[in-house]
């Protein structure tokens, strides 16, 4: 394999139910308050509260994870933290794997992960599902695992490309 894609979102059938429900109470508390007899909710304010309610729940759909691995080395892109794609190029890499971990109890969840408050020996996380990961140890002493669903095209490409790591300091 000489070029791997991969484009991730937050699309788990879990997650869109919990935000459905999540919406449910404070639509109603709002749709009340506004059908109320003596209601100081005005027509404006009740579209721009349900309008604000929906975006707010929507805006976890613009959340996206693209990973590309190629002769370069190992780009990704964490939509809409960062605006252009990151790259980490071979010779920055000591070691790199695809490994089962788990998101809760590594890294607390899925998302964009710094391990600042998190289990720091395990270093960054970007990921939007599952539990499946490609984990990279940089020569700096640095980690960063980044979310895959495609662990054979993910470990085919990394082979493709082992030979551009050199372990030497």
């Known amino acids: 394999m000489k070029i791997f894609k991969e484009e991730q979102r937050f699309t788990q059938t879990w997650l869109i139910v919990l935000l459905a429900f999540s919406i449910i109470v404070p639509i109603a508390i709002t749709t009340k308050e506004y059908l109320a007899i003596d209601s100081k909710i005005t027509t404006n304010q009740f579209v721009l509260t349900l309008l604000g309610i929906s975006i707010s729940v929507a805006f976890i ?16 892109q964490f939509s809409p933290f960062h605006l252009k794609m990151k790259i980490i190029k071979w010779e920055e890499i000591k070691k790199v794997h695809v490994r089962t971990y788990d998101p809760i109890a590594e890294y607390g969840g899925w998302g964009l992960k710094g391990g600042s408050f998190w289990n720091k020996e395990k270093g960054k996380c970007v990921n939007i599902s599952g539990d499946i990961g490609i984990q990279i140890k940089f020569k700096n002493g640095k980690k960063l695992l980044i979310g895959t669903q495609k662990k054979e095209d993910t470990t085919s490409a990394l082979k493709t490309y082992q030979n551009k790591i050199n372990d030497e300091l």
């Open 61 to 76: 759909f613009f959340f996206k994870l693209k990973t590309r691995i190629d002769e370069i080395g190992i780009h990704y």
